[in-house]
Nanobody, 119 residues
Framework: QVQLVESGGGLVQPGGSLSLSCAAS????????MGWYRQAPGKQRELVAT???????KYADSVKGRFTISRDNAKNTVYLQMNRLKPEDTAVYSC?????????????WGQGTQVTVSS
């Protein structure tokens, strides 16, 4: 199937920036929408941002104007640039990709990477 390899994340002070990346790989698959979700302790997983293969983006209201999602279709890689980070952005961020293989759609998830915003 599809493997998602995430990189980035870590600890940053409020107001700082971090970037995440996620590369999708798989045989005989086409990658559709990619994106990022996050889950904070005691909360449900929520959408952060998604980008279609045509580069149509969608953002959670809480990150609009601060986060930017982009992708490189040739590399099947999605990026998330996070600026002006706030303590409430602290969460485990998981990469997501939609994939198609022989006409069958699958949802794929990365292992998650911790983002901590704290002074």
């Amino acid at each position: 199937q599809v493997q998602l390899v995430e990189s980035g994340g870590g600890l940053v002070q409020p107001g700082g920036s971090l970037s995440l990346s996620c590369a999708a790989s798989g045989r005989s698959v086409s990658i559709g929408t990619m994106g990022w979700y996050r889950q904070a302790p005691g909360k449900q997983r929520e959408l952060v941002a998604t980008v279609t293969s045509d580069s149509i983006t969608k953002y959670a209201d809480s990150v609009k104007g601060r986060f930017t999602i982009s992708r490189d279709n040739a590399k099947n890689t999605v990026y998330l640039q996070m600026n002006r980070l706030k303590p409430e952005d602290t969460a485990v961020y998981s990469c997501y990709s939609e994939s198609w293989r022989f006409g069958v759609k699958n949802d794929n998830w990365g292992q998650g990477t911790q983002v901590t915003v704290s002074s």
